[in-house]
């Protein structure tokens, strides 16, 4: 693969990595026909972010040969901390910089970024990568019955009420007003910190359809990366969610923004806590369970927040992702890997919230990793790929095979093995 | 008990922020004092503050359009708050372009200071802002720690220098030594020395001119009277303390003076058109 952007667009490149290096540490390259994408994932597999530049985007890009394989070129993972560094001063790219060239080629591990500057001085950087097949998220966003359209610097504006500390916020939606508060977790912290809500009034978006009332809560700081994104290029922000159900699975919400040459998307994991409701919230959401969902849910799994980017927790987080993999208790097809938590007294309770705990299971929140699937034959659909050994499905309550709403595979299919992450309901699964 | 107060206008707010932000490099957490004129920010003296103390006192009518309260009770009509001012302030920080600040005394999951903006935006309808700042009542028999202090039987009192200078001239000594002597005189002079086993430094200020404090002073027969002009009291202070003190300051103030007791404490009092601030460094051996 070879490609060359000119000055300006090795600046919205540029914070593109600033953005994916919020996420996770690894940068994935991903060469395509329809555009160079670059992904990353976090450590507990519960943030993820795609941007996807179009050929348009850049001044030259060329796939290169066929390679033998088939019709993929190499798929690179990088380290982001060795390419971070290189885009890290954008004012000063921005003026010195003319243009710059990434190339890949097969026979060395080696990807070439090379910055063709003011005054004749060309730098060539050369950074190993991996190869790797990357992950990609699969979410179903035309089937959310949620979708907002945020003009460009509403969300940002939003975040900046929140101490840059704050690590999840809960976003409600109901028909009449959208609002932002700080989560938190545990009693202890609960009772001593701010809280703080932000509301807004739908006319304050592009486009607003709440098929669903909802709350959702998910991890600011992998957001922030996006929001300043979108906020540098005027880009209105969509957000894409489904309603949370008292079953156990996760629906995730991704925002996305796009303009012709470039989309850009970060999906992330929501929490679940059955007891975060707000007023309008009906109390028991017809759950579509279907027996291995219900089984799941009453896993007696140890459980243990995941966080992303946190160093003390990652140690204890993959710990226990081999531990509950391992279990005993976890019967494969339903294998529902609910990342560890420490048990939280049930002391939670939101004001002016009735509460409607769902029956003796103590207060319990639990962030789903995501569900990705290999990006071996992704081009065309999101749906249920072929050439996965296991595909999962999740519906709603429609019986239908042909669509299945929030239906999130995974799968990360390296070289070496199969590694299953999460998937419910593998009656369902299909091969095309 | 019941609080509310409105700030409509944009220059009140900023400025009621920033006393706040001042307040709030000082200490962790003060007490609020809620009058129907004023509100009180105190820090009371204790061993773990290092014994420093403060006192800062708001006229509510300079900052508030609006402001109503109930006390504890019709004769002890105050409300006694702990809080964090740092929550305050950065509630506040946020909502600096607000149409209107609303402050109440509500009761959320724990008593807490709500903070209530609402902020312009392009449509008709505002965005409303809330920040539930949680705080703790003091109960009525510990109200006698919270009282204002009384000017002490000072020395010397003298106008600082610049704050700014000092606050220069103190961050450099602060990296020599950790205590800082001041000494002033009534010649309007006033010495910053620090001294150590391999070097002693001292700052001289000039002129600064001595308050005249004569019938406005608290005390009797004011200290002033048969001392000799040229006689120096001083107090030696953590140095860290009078930094901090300096740091916080966000605004030239309108007057800015200290008295000291010799040997025993200094006195800083700040004086703004609407706020006046006082802090107590104890001096050490």
Not at chain 2, 47 to 52: P, Q, S
Request: glycine share 4%; net charge negative; aromatic share 6%.
């Amino acid at each position: 693969m070879d490609c060359v952007l000119d000055g300006n667009c090795v600046k919205a490149f540029g914070k593109a990595i600033h953005a994916l290096s919020r996420i996770g540490d690894e940068l994935w390259l991903d060469p395509m026909v329809r555009g160079l994408a670059l992904r990353s994932v976090n450590s507990a597999h519960s943030a993820y972010a795609c941007f996807l530049f179009s050929p348009l985007f850049f001044q030259q890009y060329n796939l290169g040969s066929v390679s033998e394989e088939g019709n993929e070129t190499i798929k690179c993972k990088l380290v982001i901390k060795s390419v971070l560094p290189l885009f890290r001063c954008l004012s000063s790219i921005e003026r010195n910089v003319k243009r710059c060239q990434i190339s890949i080629s097969a026979p060395c591990d080696r990807v070439m970024i090379r910055f063709f500057c003011r005054h004749g001085i060309t730098k060539t950087h050369n950074v190993r990568f991996q190869e790797s097949e990357a992950l990609q998220a699969v979410f179903a966003s035309h089937l959310c019955p949620n979708v907002l359209k945020a003009p460009a610097r509403l969300l940002g504006d939003m975040v900046t009420h929140f101490p840059v500390s704050q690590e999840e916020i809960t976003l409600s939606m109901t028909s009449l007003r959208v609002s932002l508060r700080n989560y938190f977790e545990g009693a202890k912290d609960h009772i001593k910190t701010m809280h703080t809500e932000i509301s807004l009034h739908p006319e304050e978006f592009d486009y607003f359809q709440v098929g669903v009332d909802s709350d959702i809560t998910f991890c600011l700081k992998e957001l922030r990366g996006l929001l300043a994104f979108a906020e540098s290029h005027c880009l209105p922000v969509s957000v894409h969610s489904s309603a949370t159900g008292s079953c156990v699975v996760c629906r995730p919400v991704c925002f996305s923004v796009e303009d012709m040459v470039l989309e850009a998307t970060v999906v992330l994991a929501t929490l679940i806590d059955s007891e975060i409701r707000g007023p309008s919230q009906p109390t028991e959401t017809p759950v579509p369970t279907t027996p291995r969902c219900v089984h799941a849910a009453t896993l007696p799994v140890g459980s243990c927040e995941a966080r992303s980017n946190i160093p003390h927790d990652i140690t204890a987080v993959t710990e226990l992702v081999t531990s509950s993999q391992d279990s005993p208790i976890i019967n494969p097809p339903a294998l529902m890997q609910l990342l560890p938590q420490t048990d939280i007294p049930n002391e939670f309770c939101v004001p002016d919230a009735a509460c409607p705990s769902t029956s003796t299971t103590p207060a319990s929140t639990v962030i789903c990793s995501l569900l990705f699937r290999a990006l071996s034959s992704d081009e065309d659909d999101d749906s249920c790929a072929a050439g996965l050994n296991v595909l999962a499905c999740y519906s709603d309550g429609e019986e239908t095979m042909e669509d299945y709403p929030r239906s999130f595979l995974l799968g990360e299919v390296t070289q070496d093995a199969l590694h299953i992450l999460t998937f419910c309901d593998v009656a369902q699964s299909r091969s095309k | 008990m019941k609080f509310r107060g409105k700030i409509v206008d944009v220059a009140c707010l900023n400025h009621f922020s920033r006393v706040i932000t001042t307040i709030s490099k000082l200490t962790k957490m003060c007490v609020l004092r809620l009058t129907p004129d004023n509100l009180f920010f105190v820090l009371s003296e204790k061993v773990a503050n290092g014994g420093v103390s403060m006192w800062c006192e708001l006229s509510q009518a300079n900052f508030f359009d609006e402001y109503q309260m109930e006390g504890v009770s019709p004769e002890d009509n105050e409300i006694c708050l702990e809080v964090t001012p740092e929550n305050l302030s950065r509630a506040l920080k946020t909502v600096q372009s607000a149409k209107s600040v609303k402050v109440k005394l509500t009761k959320k999951h724990c008593p807490c200071l709500t903070i209530a903006a609402e902020l312009p935006t392009l449509s008709s309808i505002s965005r409303v802002v809330t920040h539930d700042v949680p705080v703790d009542v003091i109960p009525r028999r510990l109200w006698h720690e919270f009282i204002e202090p009384s000017v002490p039987d000072f020395d010397v009192s003298i106008y600082l220098p610049p704050l700014k200078t000092m606050k220069n001239v103190v961050d450099r000594m602060k990296n020599l030594s950790n205590f800082l002597v001041i000494e002033a005189n009534l010649n309007g002079e006033m010495n910053l020395k620090i001294e150590t086993d391999l070097v002693s430094v001292t700052t001289h200020f000039k002129d600064l001119g001595n308050p005249p404090w004569g019938d406005d002073s608290s005390q009797d027969g004011g200290p002033s009277q048969g001392r000799d002009p040229d006689s120096m009291a001083e107090a030696r202070v953590d140095i860290r303390r009078l930094q901090q003190f300096l740091m916080g300051q966000q605004v030239n103030p309108s007057k800015a003076m200290c008295n000291i007791v010799h040997q025993r404490i200094l006195h800083l009092i700040l004086l703004h058109e609407d706020v006046s601030l006082q802090y107590f460094i104890p001096a050490v051996a």
